[in-house]
C-alpha cells in the first residue's frame, strides 16, 4: 500500500508498505545489475549509506547464475544477503539495449545471450515466472522500449503490444502469487508507461494502464538519448494521467538535477548507474558540483572528498589517497568512490523527504541547483 503524506504542488511525499519493509519515497534505487553493487560494495556497505532498495536485472541474472537456482537457494534476498526491498526490473530494457542481439515477435523477444551466445525467448509470462523465482519485493512488466528517434508508427505500434503484455503479466504474475511453493506471494507489479517523445501517445497509454490498478506506474524510454527538455515535458504531459495515489517511477534517470526536476513534476521513485559508473572512474559527486579525482590539482590534496560527508569515504581518507589508489587500479579506490556517490545520492533523496515534510521543496531545490552549479549547465545545454 501507497500513502501520500505531504505535498508540494505536484511534488509527492510518501512511503509504500511492502513485505520487506516500508520505502520512504521519493526515493533513489541503488543499481545492483547482477545482485552486487559494481566496485565491491556489499549489502552491509548498503545499509551504512543508506539505501533503501536494491535494484537487480531480471535478464542477468536469468543468464547468470539462472533465476532457478536463484529459487532453490531461497530466493534473491537470501541469495546475496539483503533483507530490504528489491526491484527487479523485467529485461524489457533490454530488448533496447541489446538490439543487434534480439528479435521481437507477439509471443515475446528472442534474444542471443551476450555471455556465451546461446538462444534465450522471454516474454511477459517467462519474464514473470523469472522474477517470481528470484523472489523480489517488486516485480517490473515485461515492454519493449523504442527508440526516442523512433517513427511514430513504429511507437504506436510498439506501444499497443506493451499493452497488451502487460495485461499478460497481470494475469500470470496472479498466478503465481497463488502458488505453494512462490517465495513472496505478495510480489508487487509495476505497468511502464512508453511512447517515446510523443505526448499524445504517451498520455493515451498512461489513461489505459492505470485502469489495471497496478501497485505502481513507470515512465520508461526516457534518457534514452532526448533532451532534458523533451524528458522534462514528457514527464509534465504523462504524470497527470497515472493514478496519484500509487508510486510513479522515473527509470534510468538519472543526474542530481535530473531527480530534483522530476520530484517537482510528481515522480518519487528513481534509479540510474550514474553514481556508481562514475565513481569507479573517479568522477564524484558534491554540493559543489562534480570533480574528478584524477586531476593534478588533487594530488597533494589532504582534505575529504566533500567536506562534512559522513560516508565511509569522507570520514577516513583524502583526496590525494583515493586519487593515488584510482592511479595505482587498486580496488578500494573505486570502492571508496562509489560509497560516496551512492551515499550523497542517498543522502540528497532523505533531504528533499525533509524538504517536502517541511513546506520548503521549492527553496531547497533552487539552493541545491544553484550549489551544484547546476542552473548554469542546464541552461548551456539547452541554448
Same mark, same amino acid.
Given at each position: 500500500?501507497?500513502? +501520500?503524506?505531504?505535498?508540494?504542488?505536484?511534488?509527492?511525499?510518501?512511503?509504500? #508498505? $511492502?513485505?520487506?519493509?516500508?520505502?520512504? $519515497?521519493?526515493?533513489?534505487?541503488?543499481?545492483?545489475?547482477?545482485?552486487?553493487?559494481?566496485?565491491?560494495?556489499?549489502?552491509? *556497505?548498503?545499509?551504512?549509506?543508506?539505501?533503501?532498495?536494491?535494484?537487480?536485472?531480471?535478464?542477468?541474472?536469468?543468464?547468470?547464475?539462472?533465476?532457478?537456482?536463484?529459487?532453490?537457494?531461497?530466493?534473491?534476498?537470501?541469495?546475496?544477503?539483503?533483507?530490504?526491498?528489491?526491484?527487479?526490473?523485467?529485461?524489457?530494457?533490454?530488448?533496447?539495449?541489446?538490439?543487434?542481439?534480439?528479435?521481437?515477435?507477439?509471443?515475446?523477444?528472442? &534474444?542471443?545471450?551476450?555471455?556465451?551466445? =546461446?538462444?534465450?525467448? /522471454?516474454?511477459?509470462?517467462?519474464? /514473470?515466472?523469472?522474477?517470481?523465482?528470484?523472489?523480489? $519485493?517488486?516485480?517490473?512488466?515485461?515492454?519493449?522500449?523504442?527508440?526516442?528517434?523512433?517513427? %511514430?508508427?513504429?511507437?504506436? *505500434?510498439?506501444? *499497443? %503490444?506493451? &499493452?497488451?503484455?502487460?495485461?499478460?503479466?497481470?494475469?500470470?504474475?496472479?498466478?503465481?502469487?497463488? !502458488?505453494?511453493?512462490?517465495?513472496?506471494?505478495?510480489?508487487? !507489479?509495476?505497468? +511502464?508507461?512508453?511512447?517515446?517523445?510523443?505526448?499524445?501517445?504517451?498520455?493515451? #497509454? =498512461?489513461? %489505459?494502464? =492505470?485502469?489495471?490498478?497496478?501497485?505502481?506506474?513507470?515512465?520508461?524510454?526516457?534518457?534514452?538519448?532526448?533532451?532534458?527538455?523533451? /524528458?522534462?515535458?514528457?514527464?509534465?504531459?504523462?504524470?497527470?494521467? !497515472?493514478?496519484?495515489?500509487?508510486?510513479?517511477?522515473?527509470?534510468?534517470?538519472?543526474?542530481?538535477?535530473?531527480?530534483?526536476?522530476?520530484?517537482?513534476?510528481?515522480? *518519487?521513485? &528513481?534509479?540510474?548507474?550514474?553514481?556508481?559508473?562514475?565513481? %569507479?572512474?573517479?568522477?564524484l559527486y558534491t554540493n559543489q558540483g562534480k570533480i574528478n579525482l584524477f586531476n593534478q590539482k588533487y594530488e597533494k590534496d589532504m582534505r575529504p572528498i566533500e567536506e562534512g560527508c559522513a560516508c565511509p569515504a569522507c570520514r577516513r581518507y583524502s583526496r590525494a589517497y583515493i586519487r593515488h589508489l584510482l592511479k595505482a587500479k587498486e580496488m578500494l579506490g573505486m570502492r571508496l568512490c562509489v560509497l560516496h556517490n551512492l551515499y550523497f545520492?542517498?543522502?540528497?533523496?532523505?533531504?528533499?523527504?525533509?524538504?517536502?515534510?517541511?513546506?520548503?521543496? =521549492?527553496?531547497?531545490?533552487?539552493?541545491?541547483?544553484?550549489?551544484?552549479?547546476?542552473?548554469?549547465?542546464?541552461?548551456?545545454?539547452?541554448?
Open positions: 500500500m501507497y500513502e +501520500i503524506l505531504t505535498e508540494s504542488g505536484h511534488a509527492k511525499r510518501g512511503v509504500l #508498505h $511492502t513485505v520487506h519493509g516500508d520505502i520512504q $519515497t521519493p526515493v533513489f534505487m541503488n543499481v545492483g545489475t547482477a545482485a552486487a553493487i559494481k566496485g565491491a560494495v556489499s549489502t552491509e *556497505d548498503l545499509k551504512q549509506i543508506k539505501t533503501q532498495v536494491e535494484l537487480s536485472n531480471t535478464y542477468h541474472l536469468h543468464v547468470r547464475p539462472g533465476d532457478r537456482l536463484i529459487k532453490e537457494l531461497g530466493g534473491l534476498h537470501k541469495f546475496m544477503v539483503w533483507d530490504k526491498p528489491i526491484l527487479t526490473d523485467s529485461g524489457g530494457f533490454q530488448v533496447f539495449s541489446l538490439a543487434g542481439l534480439r528479435k521481437i515477435k507477439e509471443e515475446g523477444v528472442y &534474444f542471443h545471450s551476450h555471455v556465451d551466445g =546461446a538462444k534465450i525467448f /522471454m516474454g511477459p509470462e517467462e519474464s /514473470m515466472q523469472i522474477q517470481s523465482n528470484l523472489a523480489s $519485493t517488486i516485480a517490473m512488466a515485461f515492454d519493449e522500449c523504442p527508440s526516442s528517434v523512433a517513427e %511514430r508508427a513504429y511507437v504506436e *505500434d510498439s506501444v *499497443d %503490444r506493451t &499493452f497488451r503484455w502487460l495485461k499478460r503479466c497481470k494475469a500470470e504474475l496472479t498466478r503465481l502469487n497463488g !502458488l505453494p511453493d512462490t517465495i513472496n506471494k505478495k510480489q508487487m !507489479l509495476f505497468g +511502464i508507461n512508453q511512447g517515446a517523445i510523443f505526448a499524445d501517445i504517451r498520455v493515451e #497509454h =498512461a489513461k %489505459r494502464i =492505470a485502469e489495471l490498478e497496478l501497485d505502481g506506474y513507470a515512465i520508461g524510454g526516457l534518457a534514452v538519448g532526448e533532451s532534458h527538455e523533451e /524528458m522534462y515535458h514528457i514527464i509534465e504531459e504523462t504524470v497527470p494521467y !497515472l493514478p496519484k495515489n500509487k508510486p510513479t517511477y522515473l527509470m534510468g534517470v538519472g543526474t542530481p538535477a535530473n531527480i530534483l526536476e522530476a520530484v517537482e513534476r510528481g515522480v *518519487d521513485f &528513481f534509479d540510474c548507474v550514474y553514481p556508481t559508473r562514475n565513481g %569507479r572512474h573517479g568522477h545520492y542517498n543522502t540528497m533523496m532523505e533531504e528533499i523527504r525533509d524538504a517536502l515534510d517541511h513546506g520548503v521543496f =521549492a527553496e531547497y531545490k533552487k539552493d541545491k541547483l544553484f550549489r551544484m552549479g547546476q542552473i548554469e549547465r542546464e541552461k548551456q545545454e539547452n541554448l
